[in-house]
T-cell receptor, first 117, second 114 residues
Framework: GAVVSQHPSRVICKSGTSVKIECRSL??????MFWYRQFPKKSLMLMAT?????????EQGVEKDKFLINHASLTLSTLTVTSAHPEDSSFYIC?????????????FGPGTRLTVT | AQKVTQAQTEISVVEKEDVTLDCVYE???????LFWYKQPPSGELVFLIR??????QNEISGRYSWNFQKSTSSFNFTITASQVVDSAVYFC???????????FGTGTSLTVIP
């Protein structure tokens, strides 16, 4: 099956620093990638939709200047958490979508656990 | 309004018991997809099943079975003869045709006690 990777799997950073999370589709081209955030014992909340070569679409309440998304190629999207604070600590999951004939398939990455100290 | 409702927040069962996880969804689309994912403590989402709205046949895969009923907008998941390795959080999700977004339920945390 299709594979989506995320790097790093875990990251600890100090408050005020920025951290970049990469999401790669390993064996297919992803026209669209999604970024989700999951708080402990909570559901996945969509943060933004990222289309290759265009600006990301952010969900209501998500600060686009804080969570910078770049989708520079059909296999890579990055999420940069700028000036991170402890409340940004969370589990970030990406997914990548590709067309399969008349339907779309979406594949999830393994997630990145961010801890801001 | 919540598009996917998983009313059971936490369930505990003793090993070998059967357990059913409920999922109720809401959509106005006639074409949509329903999913179940398992999320073990490692955090990675494990795909279990995808069902499109035109296929109401129940599905069985080993100890797992799914009951899709459009009349009640439900897509319930049953694990028979539960095992400790089944302990995880299970998410039901909806994807509507024409939209790419997944709508996740709040998840059901299943604990199987040995």
């Amino acid at each position: 099956g299709a594979v989506v990777s995320q790097h790093p799997s875990r990251v600890i950073c100090k408050s005020g620093t920025s951290v970049k999370i990469e999401c790669r589709s390993l064996d297919f081209q992803a026209t669209t990638m999604f970024w989700y955030r999951q708080f402990p014992k909570k559901s996945l909340m969509l943060m933004a939709t990222s289309n290759e070569g265009s600006k990301a679409t952010y969900e209501q309440g998500v600060e686009k200047d804080k969570f910078l998304i770049n989708h520079a190629s059909l296999t890579l999207s990055t999420l940069t958490v700028t000036s991170a604070h402890p409340e940004d600590s969370s589990f970030y999951i990406c997914s990548a979508m590709t067309s399969r004939g008349v339907t779309y398939e979406q594949y999830f990455g393994p997630g990145t656990r961010l801890t801001v100290t | 309004a919540q598009k996917v409702t998983q009313a059971q927040t936490e369930i505990s069962v003793v090993e070998k018991e059967d357990v059913t996880l409920d999922c109720v969804y809401e959509t106005r689309d006639t074409t949509y997809y329903l999913f179940w994912y398992k999320q073990p403590p490692s955090g990675e989402l494990v795909f279990l099943i995808r069902r499109n709205s035109f296929d109401e046949q129940n599905e069985i895969s080993g100890r797992y079975s799914w009951n899709f009923q459009k009349s009640t907008s439900s897509f319930n998941f049953t694990i028979t003869a539960s095992q400790v390795v089944d302990s995880a959080v299970y998410f039901c999700a909806l994807s509507e045709a024409g939209g790419n977004q997944f709508y996740f339920g709040t998840g059901t945390s299943l604990t199987v006690i040995p």
